[in-house]
C-alpha cells in the first residue's frame, strides 16, 4: 500500500474543536447560543443513529439542540406547521429535517418550505441555485466535508482533472458545482457513462458517491490520484461470523490503495465530517441572522 490515509475522524475531531472555539466566543462576545433543530419522521433505525449523533455532538459544541420525533403517520400539513414555526423562532438558527420521509409525504416541499438562511443542509431550491451561480449558499454538508479534505491535502485545486461519479442532489451535483467554483476542471459521470474506468483514469481528484460497493478498482485511477470515498455500503461479511455485516466504501480500499496518493477510508473518511459541517453550517447561519 503506497497511499496516505486521509484520516476524516481526526479532521472531523479538529473542526468540531474549531465550531466550539467560534460557540464561545459567541456566548461570551454576544450572548448568543446557535441552535440547530432536527426533525425526524418516523422510526428508520440508521436516521435515529444519525440523530442521536447530532443532538450529541451539537451539545458537545455548546450550542442548543431541539429534537422533534414524529410518527411514520403524521400529516404533510402536521409537519409543515412544524417547519413554519421552526422558521419562525429566533432562537432556531438551523433546521434539519431528517431523509428520507415516509412515501406519502412530499419530501421537496417540506424541504422548500425551510427557510433557506436556516437550510443548513443546503437542500432548498434557494440554496442550490446560490450555489450553482457561485453566490453565498448553505452548502450540502457531506460535499463541503469532502471539498475541506481536498484541500486540506492539495492545497489550490485550480486546474485538477476532477471526476464525481454519482449525480444525486444530496452528494454528487454539489460536489461537482464546489470543484467547479475551486477551478477544476470536472467531470459528472454516473451508471450511463461510456467507459467509466477510462473516464476515471484521467482523474487527480476521484469523488465516489454512487452506493455501490468497492465499485472503483486500483485499476481505474490514476497513479497519485486523490480518492474521496463517500459511499457507506454495508455488507455480508461471514468472516465475522453468520449474519455479520460491516461497512464498505464504493471504493475498493485495498486496490486503490495500491494506486492512489491519498484515499479516505470507509468507516472513519468523509462520514465524521457531514455532522461537523453540519455544526459549522449552523454557526454560519447563526452569524449571518445576527449580522
Ligand atoms: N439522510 C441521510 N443523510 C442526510 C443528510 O445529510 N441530511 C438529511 N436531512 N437527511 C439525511
Known sequence: MSAEIIDGKG????????????VARLKADHGITPGLAVV???????????VRNKGKQTVEAGMNSWEH??????SEAALLDLVAR?????AVHGILVQLPLPDHINSEAVINAIAPEKDVDGFTLSNV????????A????????????????LGDLSGQEAVVIGRSNIVGKPMAQLLLRENCTVTLAHSRTRDLPGVVRRADIVVAAVGRPRMVTGDWLKAGATVIDVGINRI??????????RLVGDCDFDSCAEVAGA?????????????????ANTVTACCRAND
Not at 40 to 48: C, I, K, T, W, Y
Not at 86 to 90: C, K, R, S
Open 69 to 74: 420525533r414524529l410518527d411514520t403517520g403524521v
Open 40 to 50: 425526524l419522521v418516523g422510526e428508520d433505525p440508521a436516521s435515529q443513529v444519525y
Open 263 to 279: 484515499i479516505t477510508p470507509v468507516p472513519g473518511g468523509v462520514g465524521p465530517m457531514t455532522i461537523a459541517c453540519l455544526l
Open 86 to 90: 421552526l422558521n419562525a423562532d429566533p
Open 236 to 245: 455480508a461479511a461471514p468472516e465475522k461470523g453468520e449474519g455479520k455485516t
Open 129 to 136: 441555485g446560490l450555489l450553482n451561480t457561485g453566490q453565498a
Open 138 to 153: 448553505m452548502v450540502p454538508c457531506t460535499p463541503l466535508g469532502a471539498l475541506m479534505m481536498l484541500r486540506d491535502r
Open 11 to 22: 479532521f472531523a475531531a479538529g473542526v468540531r474543536e474549531r465550531v466550539a472555539e467560534h
